[in-house]
C-alpha cells in the first residue's frame, strides 16, 4: 500500500449553484447552497485515502464546529489525523463557491490555515519520513512550501507541488521538487514570459501542465506528450485538480510509469466531476480500475 503525506489546507466549502454569475454590483437568485469539507489539502487527502492510499493528514482547523466536522470527515475517509491541530481562537478556513455557467468561481479564506507553519510541520517529520511520497500546495504560508521542499530533499522522499493558488515559486523548491502540477493559469504564473512548450523542455519528466478537458501535457525528454482527458457530463468541477493530483501521487507511488500515472489520474479526475462537491465526487479504486 502507498504511504502518502499530505501537508497542506483543511477547510470548509460554502457553496452555492446558480445558472448564472453575478456580474459586478448584480444580485441573482441562487438555486441551492450546501456545507462540504474541503480545502486542497484535505481534498486530495481524502481522495487519496479512497483510491487505496495509507495517508496522513497535517494541517489545521480552528476551534470551532467547522473545525471538528473537518476532523470527522477525515476520520471516516480513513485519513490519519495525529497531525492535524485545532488552533485556539482561530477559525477554520473556508472557501466561498459559486458554480454556475458549467464551471467554479472561488474566495478561500485561509483562516487556521496560516498556521501550518515550518514549526509545525517539524512535529509531523515521522509522517514525512516515512511517506512514499509528499503533497503540499499553496492555501499555506510560502515558507512552509519552501521548508517542505528543504525536508523531502534532505529525507530523500519524492515532492508532488500543486502550485495551486497561484503565486511566483522559487527556482530553489522548482528543483527541489519531484513533480509540479500547474494548470494552464497557474503555468504563466510560474513561468513568466516562457511559453508552455519552453516552460516543459525546461523541466522534462517533472512538470506537467494540465489542460482541462484537453488532458495533460509533459516532456519526456525527447517529444512533448498530450495525455488526454476522458469525456464526461460534468455536474461540479471542483476538486478534479485535487483527485489528478492526488491519483497521479497514488500511482507513482505504487510504481507506475508517468505515463500511465497520468492516465489513471485522468480517469479520476474525470470521474469526480460527475457529482456534486470537491469530494462528493471523488472516486474509489475500484471505480478507477474499472473504467480505465
Known amino acids: 500500500m502507498a504511504k502518502i503525506t499530505v501537508i497542506g489546507s483543511a477547510s470548509m466549502d460554502l457553496v452555492v449553484t446558480s445558472s448564472k454569475r453575478p456580474d459586478k454590483g448584480e444580485t441573482v437568485l441562487g438555486e441551492s447552497f450546501k456545507t462540504v469539507p474541503g480545502g486542497k489539502g484535505a481534498n486530495q487527502a481524502v481522495a487519496a485515502a479512497r483510491l487505496g492510499a495509507e495517508v496522513s493528514m ?6 470551532d464546529a467547522f473545525g471538528k466536522a473537518i476532523i470527522n470527515n477525515f476520520k471516516e475517509n480513513g485519513v490519519s489525523t495525529t497531525n492535524v491541530e485545532p488552533v485556539t481562537g482561530i477559525e477554520s478556513g473556508t472557501a466561498h463557491i459559486t458554480l454556475a455557467e458549467g464551471d467554479n468561481s472561488i474566495i478561500v479564506v485561509k483562516g487556521a490555515n496560516d498556521f501550518v507553519t515550518p514549526e509545525f510541520v517539524k512535529k509531523a517529520m515521522d509522517a ?15 515558507e512552509t512550501v519552501e521548508y517542505v521542499s528543504e525536508v523531502c530533499q534532505e529525507q530523500g522522499v519524492p515532492l508532488l507541488l500543486n502550485p495551486a493558488p497561484a503565486r511566483p515559486i522559487s527556482k530553489d523548491v522548482m528543483e527541489r521538487a519531484a513533480y509540479i502540477t500547474p494548470n494552464e493559469l497557474e503555468a504563466s504564473v510560474l513561468f513568466e514570459n516562457k511559453d508552455a512548450q519552453t516552460a516543459l ?9 494540465t489542460e482541462g478537458k484537453k488532458g495533460v501535457r509533459y516532456y519526456d525528454g525527447e517529444k512533448e506528450i498530450l495525455v488526454p482527458s476522458y469525456s464526461v457530463q460534468a455536474v ?20 507506475k510509469g508517468l505515463k500511465d500515472s497520468v492516465r489513471f489520474a485522468n480517469r479520476a479526475a474525470s470521474l469526480s466531476v460527475t457529482k456534486f462537491g470537491a469530494q ?13
Do not use: H, W
Open 201 to 209: 523542455k525546461e523541466y522534462p519528466n517533472k512538470v506537467f501542465i
Open 280 to 292: 462528493g465526487g471523488m472516486p474509489k479504486r475500484e471505480e478507477v480500475e474499472e473504467s480505465l
Open 236 to 255: 461540479d468541477t471542483t476538486g478534479a485538480g485535487d483527485t489528478f493530483n492526488a491519483a497521479f501521487a497514488v500511482a507513482i507511488a505504487e510504481g
Open 128 to 142: 514525512i519520513r516515512d511517506a512514499d511520497i509528499v503533497l503540499v500546495q499553496q492555501e499555506i504560508p510560502e
Open 58 to 63: 497535517v494541517g489545521c482547523v480552528g476551534d
